[in-house]
């Protein structure tokens, strides 16, 4: 029947459109961002380049999708973590703790997406992405403010600021050589909640404490 077949239609094109975007990724994580092109996403997602072009009709439109799919699943795990915790405290250790570990996960398509030079564009979706991270660790820190776990202070700021600590920590240009070691990549994600939650205002011994309370996500490529 055409409605059936409609359906079908529909899903295959989803299906086409995950698998494109999968490989403009899977590019992303081995190259950064300018490995990104039409020609070799087409041979990695087994189709023509034709096909990539109608689906997306510039490099831009299909780096702006490959941003995008990347946010979501870094903001999706965040705010999981976060709303699993038992408090607002645990919470707001556990969002810093996935965001970072999910960066170190891997580290060259984080930097793809949040720090390598792009077009105008596609830097508005970066910014949108870095903005809805602040959101998320603003209302942490609300919750945890309202409780009186943490000194009163500008969220809106602070939230930014906690962004901006760990992006630079992660992925700008000081930012230490990656480690292999899964307890050196452990001990990195630790080492940056405790130094964020110090930052918030979190006494040193309780920081340690929640730091040893969150479940630290082991860095892979999975």
Known sequence: MPYRRTDNVIRKQAARHRAIVAAAREIAGEGGMAAVQIAAVAGRAGIAA???????PSKTELVGALVTAVSEAHIGAVRRAAETAPGP????????TTFAAGALRNRRLAWAVLAEPVEPDVE???VAF???LAAE??????????LTHLPQQDADLTAAA????LIE???GPLAPAPADDPAQLR???????????RGLGVVDARARGLVVQTVMPVPDEG
Not at 50 to 56: D, I, P, S
Not at 162 to 165: I, K, S
Request: net charge positive; no cysteine.
């Open 50 to 56: 034709g096909t990539v072009y109608r689906y997306f």
């Open 89 to 96: 405290m645990s919470g707001l250790a556990a969002s810093i």
């Open 124 to 126: 508005a979706l970066r």
């Open 130 to 132: 870095r903005r809805t």
């Open 137 to 146: 660790f603003r209302k942490r820190i609300a919750a945890a403010m309202a």
């Open 162 to 165: 906690l962004v901006g600590a």
């Open 169 to 171: 920590a992660l992925l």
């Open 187 to 197: 001990n990195a994600v630790q080492t940056l909640t405790l130094f964020s939650l």
